[in-house]
Each structure stands twice: as C-alpha cells, then as structure tokens.
C-alpha cells in the first residue's frame, strides 16, 4: 500500500491526502515532523521537506510533483484540466497558493496555533496583526477576483487548484481566522464549499479533533 510521510497539519500534506481521496487511493500515513527529520527521510526528501509519497519502491517529494504523478498513475477523476490554457492557469493558482499564500497566512497559524500549542511559546500577537491586516488582505483580493460560485476556481471543473488554495484555508480556519464574507464574498462562499467536499471535510474534522 502506498505511503505518505508528514503530519496533518502540514497544508502540502493535506494537498496530497485531498488528492489521494478524490482520486479513491488508499494509503498508510507516518506522522513525520518537517523540522528535525529523521535520517532515513533525508534519503527520500533531499530537501528535508515533507510530504514524500512512497508506492512500492518509488518514493518522490514535494506535493505538486506527488500530485502530478497520481494523475499519471490513476487519471481519473482528473485533477488537471484538459484545456491547455485552463491548465496552465490551474498550475499557476496552485504555484500561487504554494508561495504567496502560505507567506502570508502561516505567520498567523505559527503564532496562534504552532507556538503555543507544539513549541511552548507565546503568540506574538503584534505579528499576527500585522499579517491580518497587511499581509493576507491583497492575497484575498486577488483569489476574490479568480473564483466564481461553486467549489471549482478555474473552468467549473474541481482541480488541483481548488486543492492547493483549499488546503492554506484550513489552516488559517484551525488559527480561528475566516474570510470576511462582507469584504470578500465570493471568495467566502467558494472556501466553504470546497471545504465541503468529502475529501476535505473529512480531513478538516480529524484535524480539529487532534487539536481539540
């Protein structure tokens, strides 16, 4: 059975366990920190990063290229669509996601949740400001003016985009922090519905269990 090393909270985890349940894959999970990583990881993950997915004697990291090689291993459903351009486009939103997104919105998941929760600290709350009001709001407004209704972001069709942008929401979602749907409705109801999905709502209870 295949295998996915990394922990749940980790948003590139979630992007290939989202991925592997829309696609009805089953797998073992080893529960492996990104900091500090065991030896035998480094041997998989040269870059010391989680997830690594491992199928029989193959093993490969990084979410997107895991998530690539799923779609070539089981195409469908599909996660990536057929149309060149729509593709290209979904490859973006989720290299978006990936960069931007995450640097703005983890400062507030690291002070609210991961400091003190897992590191013994206190939340900077002056950092976790400063992203709230200055960081994340021009990420908002640029996903409010790239979603439409429904759960897929790019040509009606749920994609590999959908999971990647999805995925960063949880974690600002466990950091008790939503999209204000009176300054940015569109993007408010596209979140909720994706985090609807099977593939994500069972994910996201299993995680606020953990946590609670």
Known sequence: MPKVYGVNLSPFVRKVRVALAEKNIAYEQDQVLPFGPRPELMKISPLGK????????????????????????????????????????????EEYADTRLIERAQPIFFERVVNPRFMNKETDTARVEQALTEGLPPVLDYLEGQVSEGDAIVARRFSVADIAVASFFVNLLHADVKVDASRWPKLAAYIEAVHSRPSFKSIIEEEAKALA
């Not at 998530?67 to 459903?77: G, V």
């Not at 599909?78 to 939103?93: G, K, M, Q």
């Open 50 to 93: 989680i997830p690594v997915y491992e199928d029989g004697a193959f093993t490969i990291p990084d979410s997107s290229v895991i998530i690539a090689y799923l779609e070539r291993t089981q195409p469908e459903p599909p996660l990536y669509p057929s149309d060149p351009r729509d593709c290209a486009r979904a490859l973006f939103l």
